[in-house]
């Protein structure tokens, strides 16, 4: 059982930037994701980095404002978020699996980090 635990969530107004960490207890060569889910809404995959080859996907409404970058001495994922905007607002989580095949697909995520909130006000 990996152990994540996600950081950096905060209230920031449109426009503002917002890094979010998340620290593995194991980081061996994995699949690290970061879901978010609005209320009232269905999680949905962010962005996500193989650890072994630092390969890189990203949903296509982050692409140009968002990167998930990593740094292997920490043990940790980072997702920098830039020009966030209203629709970015919901509960960030971290998750990891063997690979990246169907990284969106939540279900096949083994293990998962407790949150942390991410609110953009207009």
């Known amino acids: 059982q990996v152990r994540l635990v996600e950081s950096g969530g905060g209230s920031v107004q449109t426009g503002g930037s917002l890094r979010l960490s998340c620290t593995a207890s194991?980081?061996?060569?994995?699949?690290i994701t970061w879901f978010r889910q609005a209320p009232g809404k269905e999680r949905e995959g962010v962005a996500s980095?193989?650890?072994?080859?630092?390969?890189?996907d990203y949903l296509d409404a982050v692409k140009g404002r968002f990167m998930i970058d990593q740094d292997n001495a920490k043990n940790t994922v980072y997702l920098e978020m830039n020009r966030l905007k209203p629709e970015d607002t919901g509960m960030y989580y971290c998750?990891?699996?063997?690979?990246?095949?169907?990284?969106?697909?939540?279900?096949?995520?083994?293990?998962w980090g407790q949150g942390t909130q991410v609110t953009v006000s207009s």
């Open positions: 998750a990891t699996k063997r690979f990246c095949g169907s990284w969106r697909f939540d279900r096949s995520y083994e293990n």
């Open positions: 194991e980081y061996s060569r994995s699949c």
């Open positions: 980095i193989y650890t072994g080859s630092g390969a890189t």
